[in-house]
């Protein structure tokens, strides 16, 4: 039997981004509806392989969403400093949180533990409800959008957001175009155990194939892996005995943090530069990597989606009584996460093209570069500011 139900917003998708949204929208005072047939189980156990580095502004925003105070202390790995460098090279650079005055540039924290924060948050608001299935059909009409879902359930809704990953359903439903690139490189994911204590500082060595991070966990001597590499050099590190895996991993990184040891799993997955042609259409607002995906060189993923999120409940909400289906409004969300999409994607293949390979003229330019701005404070502290998203416009503001 049909079931109708009417809300301001439909969310498809509670993962990190969907849910950040739907918890900002409700506490704005929006009638909201998530769809999504899993809830995230809190962490246990071994970390989670898929980790965030989840910088200040992006844990301002969870903090003021409610959903800090639900993530376990001994799930947190704040790191205070940064290390880069190329290897079998002279060029590094560092940076550090004392640097800007900050407490630490930043959490690694594992991807399920955020996901079920925000949604031990989303309990606390009555005017925010779950769909635990998955949606089947779309209409996006001009004074409403339906959908309809496997429950049968028909939603009805003055806003769709589609927060349903990079295949997003939505998104094709509403046949909103693509622009793709293969970025010819798999990312291998593990976690290990280091020698030495990491000292909670994030280091990142740049390979010949490609670069390896190493991200520092709760544990002094545990870090997250992410060693992003050629498929066929992937498949080759997943299938390595443990203990080679181990030697590999610590000649790459010159030992720096002694003997490496493999913990859990491998796992690999394809990197794909993913780009939305439109953010928003009448109706529909895209965001996280329903709107866009990046090369993780610098973590800055689950930030982008996440200042998404930000972006989008901020003009919201502060366009009181406005229609938050109407193009019009929505094109002031679409016109700036676009821009600051552009700008990570830019950023990410330029860094890839200098990082690439070892041409020696290419290598002496870069270590060059990193060296000199290791030396110049003012740049490091403008660089090291736009990483940690402060003072960046990621608010997107109505004017009246």
């Given amino acids: 039997m049909l079931k109708t139900g009417s809300v301001d917003i439909a969310v498809v998708g509670g993962g990190m981004v969907g849910m950040a949204t739907a918890v900002g929208l409700a506490r704005s005072g929006f009638k909201v509806a998530v769809v999504d047939p899993v809830q995230p189980h809190a962490p246990s156990g071994e970390p989670d392989l898929r980790v965030s580095a989840i910088n200040r502004a992006s844990e301002r925003w969870l903090r003021q969403l409610g959903a800090w105070d639900y993530l376990p202390a001994e799930r947190l790995g704040p790191y205070t400093a940064m290390a880069v460098w190329d290897k079998d090279s002279i060029g590094k650079i560092g940076f550090d949180a004392a640097d800007l005055d900050e407490p630490n540039l930043g959490h690694i924290i594992e991807n399920r533990a955020i996901a079920h924060a925000l949604w031990q948050a989303a309990k606390r608001h009555n005017n925010l409800t779950i769909h635990h299935t998955k949606p089947k059909a779309v209409a996006l009409g001009e004074r409403d959008a339906l959908l309809n879902l496997e429950d049968d359930t028909l939603l009805s809704?003055?806003?769709?957001?589609?927060?349903?990953?990079?295949?997003?359903?939505?998104?094709?439903?509403?046949?909103?175009?693509?622009?793709?690139?293969?970025?010819?490189?798999?990312?291998?994911?593990?976690?290990?155990?280091?020698?030495?204590?990491?000292?909670?500082?994030?280091?990142?060595?740049?390979?010949?194939?490609?670069?390896?991070?190493?991200?520092?966990?709760?544990?002094?001597?545990?870090?997250?892996?992410?060693?992003?590499?050629?498929?066929?050099?992937?498949?080759?590190?997943?299938?390595?005995?443990?203990?080679?895996?181990?030697?590999?991993?610590?000649?790459?990184?010159?030992?720096?943090?002694?003997?490496?040891?493999?913990?859990?799993?491998?796992?690999?997955?394809?990197?794909?530069?993913?780009?939305?042609?439109?953010?928003?259409?009448?109706?529909?607002?895209?965001?996280?990597?329903?709107?866009?995906?990046?090369?993780?060189?610098?973590?800055?993923?689950?930030?982008?989606?996440?200042?998404?999120?930000?972006?989008?409940?901020?003009?919201?909400a502060q366009a009181g009584d406005r229609d938050p289906g109407e193009l019009r409004l929505l094109n002031r969300y679409g016109r700036a996460r676009k821009a600051a999409a552009q700008e990570m994607l830019a950023a990410m293949d330029g860094f890839r093209w200098l990082f690439d390979g070892s041409n020696p003229v290419k290598k002496g330019v870069r270590d060059l570069g990193l060296n000199l701005v290791d030396h110049a404070m003012p740049l490091k502290k403008r660089l090291l500011s736009h990483a940690l998203g402060l003072g960046s416009q990621s608010l997107v503001s109505w004017n009246r």
Wanted: some cysteine; overall charge positive; charged content about 20%.
């Fill in 157 to 316: 809704a003055r806003l769709l957001v589609a927060a349903d990953g990079a295949n997003s359903w939505l998104r094709q439903q509403a046949q909103v175009p693509l622009t793709f690139r293969d970025y010819g490189h798999h990312a291998l994911v593990a976690t290990i155990r280091c020698q030495r204590p990491h000292d909670r500082v994030a280091r990142q060595v740049f390979l010949p194939e490609g670069p390896l991070a190493l991200l520092p966990l709760a544990d002094p001597h545990q870090c997250s892996i992410v060693w992003s590499c050629p498929p066929a050099r992937a498949e080759q590190l997943a299938a390595v005995d443990a203990r080679t895996f181990g030697q590999q991993l610590t000649a790459a990184t010159e030992a720096r943090l002694g003997t490496l040891s493999l913990e859990s799993e491998r796992a690999t997955f394809p990197l794909t530069m993913r780009y939305a042609r439109d953010f928003v259409r009448p109706r529909l607002a895209l965001v996280g990597d329903a709107a866009h995906t990046i090369h993780p060189l610098a973590g800055q993923g689950v930030n982008l989606g996440l200042g998404d999120s930000q972006a989008l409940v901020n003009l919201l």
